[in-house]
């Protein structure tokens, strides 16, 4: 079940849960249909790769890995605090609002 989460790609998110806890960064990737996302330099997880031609060296690469969305809490743009989302459909568009502040995150 695909359904619409609280954050999208772009968006500034706090950590609320996990060994990132209170670490603020943008949402590179959202995946709605498994409800997670990838956050700017949180969940770091190391790889090992091995020697191509785009990396010669190989080695232990890091790399963000995914969370869940429940862990994240949006940043309103407008009052720059961390806050719940509603929604209110505009002209068949769904506009998400923050919760404390009243005015619209999606411009």
Known sequence: MASSMHVRRGD???????????????????????QR??????NMVKRATRPSQKNPQGGIMQNEGTMH?????????????????SRRREGGDRIRVCKKCGKDIDK
């Open 12 to 34: 500034k998110v706090r950590i609320i849960a996990g060994k990132d806890n209170g670490k603020e960064g943008k949402v590179l990737r959202a995946f709605p249909e498994k």
């Open 69 to 85: 969305v429940s862990n994240v809490m949006l940043i309103c743009p407008n009052c720059s605090e961390p806050t719940r989302v």
């Open 37 to 42: 996302v990838t956050v700017e330099h949180a």
